[in-house]
């Protein structure tokens, strides 16, 4: 795996300065250990691999951003806390998903919330696999991973930052050059899609790895799958009871999108060290399959289908 020897004392601000950077999205973002990250997450990013000490029972979602990581959050929680609450005072009718499961060095602070959280933890993170701490492949942590076909996570990634404080600056095709290129937040998305994916391959009692595609198409089968997967299945009783259903129903995009936390136009949160205007609404467009063909020339889809296919080529992974 490779992984930069960064001394503690390394000057974050002076190491930025040596990498590669892009400008055009809402922020600019610097290339480090083959991950295009914010310039303000690098010191937590960075903190990472030392700071974060992981414990056998620790579930990690890695989501690649725009995949559904929002969604996959809501499920396993509600999956995981199902004897907790019930379904109609449950903390996803008030509160935002991505409070109730905390995300890996995006925010500073990130990484001392997670150490002061109890066991069994219930962590997510955007983070390249290569650059999460080596015990997550020793330790016996369960990974649940999510990506999405390309070009929609693409149009989701453009919609998304238009909507954000700062906005964007590129046009779609100058976006969507930039996006295969591999700069988008976290990217390449095929790099980080080909980790998760071989992990899974080699590791699959540790590692599932999910597509946003399925989720949509067979909800509940992929929230029993989910609930076996993390050592928790749907008893006999759940089934007849109907409850499958009712996380699906919880979680889904019209009962999350109608949720007033998710609903709110604006929202201060602190986010890779800056203060961020953001609107929760935006986490929940549209929520369906196929809408770039809403979007896209048939010409730029050809490009990505074609680099898809290069880049996911003897991997097994196709979209
Ligand atoms: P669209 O922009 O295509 O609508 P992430 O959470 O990783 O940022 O992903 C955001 C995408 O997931 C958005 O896609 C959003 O609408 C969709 N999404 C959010 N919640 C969802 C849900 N409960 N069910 C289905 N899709 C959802």
């Given at each position: 795996r490779p992984r930069e020897a960064v001394s503690s004392k390394t000057h974050t601000g002076s190491l930025i300065a040596t990498l590669p950077t892009k400008e055009g999205w809402s922020t600019p973002?610097?290339?480090?250990?083959?991950?295009?990250?914010?310039?303000?997450?690098?010191?937590?990013?960075?903190?990472?691999?030392?700071?974060?000490?992981?414990?056998?029972?620790d579930i990690i979602l890695a989501a690649h951003p725009k995949c559904g990581t929002t969604w996959l959050k809501a499920l396993v929680f509600t999956i995981l806390n199902r004897s907790r609450y019930t379904f109609t005072d449950h903390p996803l009718l008030t509160v935002r998903p991505h409070q109730l499961v905390p995300f890996i060095a995006l925010r500073p602070g990130d990484l001392d919330r997670a150490e002061a959280l109890p066991s069994p933890r219930l962590l997510s993170t955007h983070l390249p696999l290569p650059l999460l701490p080596p015990a997550v492949s020793t330790l016996g942590c369960r990974i649940v991973c999510v990506c999405r076909e390309p070009k929609d996570a693409f149009l989701s990634r453009w919609h998304f930052e238009k909507k954000l404080h700062q906005g964007i600056s590129l046009g779609t095709d100058e976006a969507f050059a930039m996006f295969s290129e591999g700069c988008s937040p976290y990217g390449p998305f095929w790099d980080r899609y080909l980790e998760y994916w071989k992990e899974s391959l080699a590791r699959p009692r540790e590692v599932m790895f999910l597509r946003y595609e399925e989720m949509v198409s067979d909800t509940p089968n992929v929230i029993r799958k989910l609930a076996s997967f993390l050592g928790v299945p749907?008893?006999?009783?759940?089934?007849?009871?109907?409850?499958?259903?009712?996380?699906?129903?919880?979680?889904?995009?019209?009962?999350?999108?109608?949720?007033?936390?998710?609903?709110?136009?604006?929202?201060?949160?602190?986010?890779?060290?800056?203060?961020?205007?953001?609107?929760?609404?935006?986490?929940?467009?549209?929520?369906?399959?196929?809408?770039?063909?809403?979007?896209?020339?048939?010409?730029?889809?050809a490009?990505?289908?074609?680099?898809?296919?290069?880049?996911?080529?003897?991997?097994?992974l196709t979209f």
């Open positions: 973002l610097v290339f480090y250990n083959n991950c295009w990250i914010r310039p303000h997450s690098l010191k937590d990013v960075m903190a990472v691999q030392d700071m974060l000490k992981l414990r056998p029972d749907f008893t006999r009783e759940e089934e007849s009871g109907g409850v499958v259903d009712q996380v699906a129903d919880l979680c889904g995009f019209t009962s999350l999108s109608n949720v007033d936390a998710n609903r709110a136009d604006r929202v201060e949160v602190e986010h890779a060290g800056a203060k961020l205007v953001f609107n929760p609404s935006s986490l929940f467009r549209k929520g369906e399959v196929g809408d770039w063909v809403n979007h896209m020339s048939k010409d730029m889809a490009r990505m289908d074609q680099l898809v296919a290069e880049k996911f080529k003897g991997s097994g």
